[in-house]
Each structure stands twice: as structure tokens, then as C-alpha cells.
């Protein structure tokens, strides 16, 4: 670990892999909060196994027909707009069962991701890569994306927040009251697709899932409101990312993985502690 | 726009509705003083949910009009509130009281940010339904009784001119249920309370009409029952429904079978009568 921080002045792409593991702790912190409240974390894993499909499609269209400019995190970052688009409207007011829509979608852009690797030619060093993050591959004009992305969830997620815990808490009555929810279920939709990209280029597609609900879960374990939740699940987040990624340096281990344990081990305390609490409480 | 104040706050004339070709409403009209607090009864599957989602603009008469403040539902919706029987939430969901109450002024602004001017109503709200400390608390460490006085506060800090209650008092013990409807008296000074109801034997004790529904509906004022006997058996708040000839609808088979009153508001189902009304 002190390896890690002696190392971090010398070499910059530790500097972009700390500042990316931050810029995505933050969304996932914000999103992942209200993903947690609103239980569907199936919709994140949905969206970020069908990132495979974009990243497989746009390195097809590099190698193959001479898309340069298409770089595969761009392909991943159109599908999962697409995706969050078609969810959206597909599971609106119940009109087909949000189970089935999103396995169909789940697996089905896990397969077409497959089909268009096989389809491109020459070897295919970097699909590890998107299944379980490159943390320490992360360049500076990643960075310059991600802080893009991270500015615009951070931007929706305050202007919006009102909204989005109304239609969490109430869909029907806030429908009532005249707000427009299917926006704001489209936001909703959207927000966590952009935040699945973010955590993808760290974790993967695989590992993803994990950034984005435990810290939050964590989170909900010590505080009961929504605005504390966000922001201490977005400086766990970052704790978890920057400590698993210090670990994991020294014995060279993933350091999606590691952070991935690491906070799997923080949200069994907050249970832990929060039971602890529950149980005092009721002694006292 | 006329003046609200010389209009009832509810008047439903010659309504039918219907779910695709079963009729649920039939040629029900009643109105509804402001400042009222009325009962609707009636049983199961007798049109009393049905009722409420009309006042709300939620569903569209097949014949008739329904008037709110003598405006379409779906424009007055803004002055009306409506507590649901029971509000599906996580008991864990991270929400204080203050902010379920300020929910009730969520539509009034672009994008649902909060001003001065709704946090003072929010507070005002939840003061006139006596919880006016309760605002930092969580809002699922609450009884029963306490979540329904929220989402009161809720619909109140909203500017709600009409309450519509879905069985306000289920799940919730007579003790905390007889100050709900205390509650709702009080709320009348200012607003018009509807609460549909299964428990007729409470819910008379405090209202002032009563509105039977039984897929049709007929409005009951309520005269006190002055007999001592009465009172001293049945307790200090026993009223009794002043019934007309045709009050209870016990079957109503042969009233759905009489032909639509009122103008046809869309598409009317195959299988019913045809009335030969014209289209509103």
C-alpha cells in the first residue's frame, strides 16, 4: 500500500486511475442511492451487461469498415442511452412486466456483445478489460469524458432531486399533483445508464453492478434520508475505490476486484453496526 | 370562471361508468356543499373507489358530467387531494416527514425545487393536522395514525379546497381512528372532506352526509337521533341517516337496466341498453 502512494507521484496514469475511481464513486454514490431505494438494481445490471453490445459493435466498426473515431466507451455510451430510452418506455405504468423486459435485454445485449467480438477480426485482448474494468489503463482524455458525464448526473441529480424522491416515494399521488412522471422515470432511466458507463470503465460490466449498490446500501444502512444517503455512499464509494486500488497494487491484483471486496467488507459492518444500533436502542 | 364560492364543490349529474362492458356507476347525480364532510358507503365493488377516481379526472364518465368546483376534474385536480387507503412505500425508505408533506407542492414549480413560500406551507400544514413537531422525523418510524395525518398535511400543503379519503381509519385503532375524524370536523371550517368508508356505525357519528353507493348512489343528510335510549346504547355520537323512499339500493340490477340520463361522454359499451343520447 505504501508503495502505492510513494508510486502515485511518480507516475501519472496512477493519478487518472485515483481520479476516475473518485469521479465514479461520486455518480454511483448520487444514482446508486435512489437506485437502491427505488430496488432496481436489476435495471443497472440490465444495462451494464448490454454494454457489451456497444463496446463489441463499435470495435467491429473500428477494425472492420473503418469507424476510427468510434472508440468502443463511445459505443457504450449510445447504447446505453438507447437502452435506458427503450427501458423507460417499455416498463412505463406496467405495460409489460419489468422482470421479463429486463432479462430480455440482459441477455440479449450480453449476446449480441459476443456475436460482434467473434464478428471482428484479429485477437480480442481487450474483452477482459470490459468485463472486469482497467482501472490502471484509464487515459486523460478518459478522465476528460468522465468528468463531463459526472457534471451532467451531478447537475440533473440536484436540479431534479425533489422530483425523483416524490416519484420514488409516490408515483401515482405525484402524477396526481400534476408532475409529468414519465420524465422523470426517463431521467431516472437515463442517469443510471450514464452512471453504469462511468463505473464500467473502473469496475466492468461485471463488477459495475457492485460500485453502484453497495456503497449506497451501505449508506441506507446509517442514515434515513435521502440526501445524506447520496453523499455518504459517494464518499464510501471513493474510500473503498482509492483503498482497493492502493491494495491491490503492491501484490498486483485486479483492482476492480479488490475494490469490489472491499466493499462487499464495508457494507457487512454498516449491517453489522446498524443491527448493533437497532438492538441497543430497543434495550434502552 | 365563476366564483368558487357560490359553487358546489362537487356536482356529479347522470354519471354512468363503466370497465369495459361491466357497469359500475348508473345514473348518479348528488352534489356536495362546500365545507362538508361527507361519507360514502356502500359494499365492495359497489362504484366507491370508481367515485373517487372520476372526482379526481383519473377516469372519464361514459354519460353524464362531473363538476369540481365547477370545473373539469382534470383542471381543478390542482385543489384537490387524494389520500389512498394505503401508501405502498418500503419501510425503510430514507424520507422525513417534512419532506412527504412538501411533496404536496411538488407540481407547482418547473422543476420541483422548493421556495420560502412552500416550506412555510408545509409547515402550516402539518400544524393543522397537529403534528407540528414532527417535521425532522422519519417518516416510517410513524403509527398508522400518524402516516395518514402526513399525507393530510400532504394534500393541505398542496392547497387542496377538497379532501378525498380512501378509507382513512383502516388498519388504524378507534382510539387514534376517533381523532382522525376529529380532525376532519376541524378540517371543515376550510375545506370539504369526502371519505369513503366501510365502518358506517363510526363514520356517521362525525359526517354530515352520507352518500350510499351501490353502482348507484343516492346523498343521506344526517339528523341526530334524539332518543336517549339510542344514545345511552350506542354511545354519545350515534346519528342516524335520514332515508328517502328509495335509499338503499340492495339490488341493483333493475336500476342499471333504466335507460342513461345524461350525455354521452364517450364510447359507451356494446352490450348496454342504447339510450339514443347525444354526445356532450
Keep these: 500500500m505504501l508503495t502505492f502512494f510513494q508510486d502515485l507521484a511518480d507516475y501519472p496514469f496512477l493519478v487518472n486511475a485515483v481520479a476516475a475511481a473518485a469521479l465514479a464513486a461520486v455518480a454511483a454514490g448520487l444514482t446508486g442511492s435512489l437506485v437502491v431505494v427505488r430496488r432496481s438494481t436489476y435495471l443497472a445490471g440490465a444495462v451494464s451487461h448490454c454494454l457489451l453490445a456497444g463496446l463489441g459493435l463499435a470495435r467491429l466498426l473500428q477494425r472492420r469498415f473503418g469507424f476510427g473515431w468510434l472508440s468502443p466507451m463511445g459505443g457504450a455510451l449510445l447504447v446505453a442511452v438507447a437502452v435506458a430510452l427503450l427501458l423507460a418506455r417499455l416498463t412505463a405504468r406496467g405495460r409489460h412486466r419489468p422482470d421479463t423486459v429486463l432479462s430480455a435485454v440482459w441477455t440479449g445485449g450480453m449476446a449480441l456483445g459476443v456475436s460482434f467480438v467473434a464478428l471482428t477480426p484479429g485477437f480480442q485482448e481487450d474483452l477482459m478489460s470490459y468485463l472486469f474494468g482497467s482501472l490502471l489503463l484509464v487515459t486523460r482524455a478518459d478522465l476528460l469524458w468522465m468528468v463531463a458525464l459526472n457534471t451532467l448526473i451531478i447537475t440533473v441529480m440536484i436540479l431534479c432531486y425533489n422530483r425523483f424522491l416524490a416519484v420514488a416515494f409516490n408515483e401515482e399521488l405525484t402524477r396526481l399533483r400534476g408532475v409529468n412522471t414519465a420524465v422523470y422515470e426517463t431521467l431516472y432511466h437515463l442517469l443510471t445508464a450514464l452512471t453504469v458507463v462511468l463505473l464500467v470503465r473502473v469496475a466492468g460490466i461485471v463488477l459495475a453492478i457492485a460500485l453502484l449498490t453497495l456503497p449506497a446500501a451501505a449508506a441506507g444502512q446509517l442514515t434515513r434520508r435521502l440526501d445524506r444517503m447520496m453523499l455518504l455512499a459517494a464518499a464510501l464509494g471513493a474510500g473503498v475505490s482509492v483503498a482497493g486500488l492502493a491494495l491491490s497494487y503492491g501484490p498486483n491484483l485486479p483492482p476492480g476486484a479488490t475494490i469490489v471486496e472491499l466493499a462487499v467488507i464495508v457494507y457487512l459492518l454498516a449491517a453489522a453496526y446498524a443491527r448493533w444500533r437497532a438492538r441497543h436502542a430497543a434495550h434502552a | ?280
Excluded at chain 2, 424520507?95 to 425545487?113: A, I, Q
Excluded at chain 2, 394534500?155 to 380512501?166: I, K, Y
Design chain 2, 1 to 280: 370562471m365563476k366564483p368558487v364560492t357560490d359553487t358546489p364543490a362537487v356536482e356529479v349529474r347522470d354519471v354512468c361508468f363503466s370497465y369495459g362492458t361491466q357497469e359500475v356507476l348508473h345514473n348518479v347525480s348528488f352534489q356536495i356543499a362546500p365545507r362538508s364532510l361527507v361519507a360514502i358507503v356502500g359494499p365492495n365493488g359497489g362504484g366507491k373507489t370508481t367515485l373517487l377516481k372520476l372526482l379526481l379526472g383519473a377516469e372519464t364518465p361514459r354519460f353524464g358530467t362531473v363538476r369540481v368546483f365547477g370545473l373539469a376534474p382534470a383542471e381543478a385536480r390542482a385543489r384537490v387531494g387524494y389520500v389512498p387507503q394505503a401508501i405502498p412505500f418500503d419501510p425503510r425508505f430514507p424520507v422525513s416527514v417534512r419532506e412527504v408533506v412538501l411533496m404536496g407542492r411538488t407540481g407547482k414549480s418547473r422543476l420541483g425545487l422548493y421556495s420560502r413560500a412552500d416550506r412555510d406551507a408545509a409547515a402550516r400544514a402539518l400544524e393543522r393536522v397537529r403534528l407540528d413537531h414532527f417535521g425532522p422525523r422519519s417518516f416510517t418510524e410513524l403509527s398508522g395514525g400518524e402516516r395518514q395525518r402526513v399525507m393530510i398535511a400532504q394534500a393541505l400543503a398542496g392547497g387542496s379546497a377538497l379532501l378525498l379519503l380512501d378509507e382513512p381509519v383502516a388498519n388504524i385503532d378507534p382510539q387514534h381512528a376517533s381523532r382522525l375524524y376529529d380532525l376532519f370536523r376541524d378540517l371543515t371550517e376550510e375545506v370539504t372532506v369526502l371519505m369513503v368508508s366501510h365502518n358506517l356505525g363510526v363514520v356517521t357519528g362525525h359526517a354530515t352526509h352520507v352518500l350510499c353507493v351501490n353502482h348507484t348512489a343516492g346523498m343521506h343528510a344526517l339528523g341526530e337521533v334524539a332518543s336517549e335510549t339510542f344514545t345511552a346504547a350506542f354511545g354519545a355520537h350515534l346519528t342516524a341517516i335520514r332515508h328517502d323512499a328509495d335509499c338503499h339500493v340492495l339490488d341493483p340490477t333493475a336500476a342499471l337496466k333504466a335507460p342513461h340520463h345524461g350525455c354521452a361522454c364517450a364510447d359507451p359499451p356494446h352490450t348496454h341498453p342504447p339510450s339514443g343520447t347525444p354526445r356532450c
